[in-house]
T-cell receptor
Framework: EAGVAQSPRYKIIEKRQSVAFWCNPISGHATLYWYQQILGQGPKLLIQFQNNGVVDDSQLPKDRFSAERLKGVDSTLKIQPAKLEDSAVYLC????????????FGEGSWLTVV | QKEVEQNSGPLSVPEGAIASLNCTYSDRGSQSFFWYRQYSGKSPELIMSIYSNGDKEDGRFTAQLNKASQYVSLLIRDSQPSDSATYLCAVSDFNKFYFGSGTKLNVKP
């Protein structure tokens, strides 16, 4: 079974530029998550989708971050304009639905803002 | 925001010893509990899940859950240098997952 796919793996941009990350979840997983992990910290949920709909985006900085999940499969996370403090790993994860389900992560997209 | 607390470490143990990692959580309604291992520069990898009170063993790993005390632990027996990583505790409530900041484990040869 293929895992969660993410691209690009690494990105360096200047502040105020924009960047987009792509994610393809495990086949059949209805729930897709974007987490931000800053060095030395645990993953922080940015946005959670259930199929096409947003379940939770309470911690998404909506003035600069946006995300969409078209057709309930792939997802894109965009940052515009980027700030220095956005330097982090952006982890996409997916899970099936129901009690006892497990979340699986992709390899992450490493962003450095200079 | 539901809290998941872990000691950041580092926890240093000699090779062959038992490593004990602890986690507490704030939400009594939490249903499922997980331990993830994260090597430096890598993404988190699931190593154990536990859903009911008591112990669950998988090879050298044992997860322990005490819902009354809101406490989860992970024991690693016969620790190896390859176990050196950050261990993340995660708690789930109806498809929402909350992570601790992780405990860094160093296993010294």
């Amino acid at each position: 079974e293929a895992g969660v796919a993410q691209s690009p793996r690494y990105k360096i941009i200047e502040k105020r530029q924009s960047v987009a990350f792509w994610c393809n979840p495990i086949s059949g997983h209805a729930t897709l998550y974007w987490y931000q992990q800053i060095l030395g910290q645990g993953p922080k949920l940015l946005i959670q989708f259930q199929n096409n709909g947003v379940v939770d985006d309470s911690q998404l900085p909506k003035d600069r971050f946006s995300a969409e999940r078209l057709k309930g499969v792939d997802s894109t996370l965009k940052i515009q304009p980027a700030k220095l403090e956005d330097s982090a790993v952006y982890l996409c994860a997916s899970s099936s639905t129901g009690v006892g389900n497990t979340i699986y992560f992709g390899e992450g997209s490493w962003l450095t803002v200079v | 925001q539901k809290e998941v607390e872990q000691n950041s470490g580092p926890l240093s143990v000699p090779e062959g010893a038992i490593a004990s990692l602890n986690c507490t959580y704030s939400d009594r309604g939490s249903q499922s509990f997980f331990w993830y291992r994260q090597y430096s520069g890598k993404s988190p990898e699931l190593i154990m899940s536990i859903y009911s009170n008591g112990d669950k063993e998988d090879g050298r790993f044992t997860a322990q859950l005490n819902k009354a005390s809101q406490y989860v632990s992970l024991l690693i027996r016969d620790s190896q240098p390859s176990d050196s990583a950050t261990y993340l505790c995660a708690v789930s409530d109806f498809n929402k997952f909350y992570f601790g900041s992780g405990t860094k484990l160093n296993v010294k040869p």
